[in-house]
């Protein structure tokens, strides 16, 4: 086993290598967390769309349902 301490040269390469990859997954999560915040957003309009229909579908409904007529 070697004392020697690793090569500055060398050891700023592997840094820049580290960096390199690393900025690579940054870049791709960043893309990823993009996508997603779209889907979100089209499925957050989407679904207050449906919300409007049900509620254009529905009678206005201040108080409780009255029982049925069999009651």
């Given at each position: 086993m070697s004392d020697?301490?690793?090569?500055?040269?060398?050891?700023?390469?592997?840094?820049?290598?580290?960096?390199?990859?690393q900025d690579r997954t940054i870049a791709e999560l960043n893309e990823t967390v993009a996508a997603q915040w779209l889907k979100i957003d089209t499925l957050g309009r989407r679904l207050q769309q449906?919300?409007?229909?049900?509620?254009?579908l529905?009678?206005?409904?201040?108080?409780?349902?009255p029982?049925?007529?069999?009651?």
């Open positions: 020697r301490l690793p090569d500055p040269a060398s050891r700023l390469d592997e840094l820049e290598i580290r960096i390199a990859h449906l919300v409007d229909e049900v509620s254009n529905q009678p206005g409904r201040d108080g409780p349902e029982p049925p007529p069999h009651y």
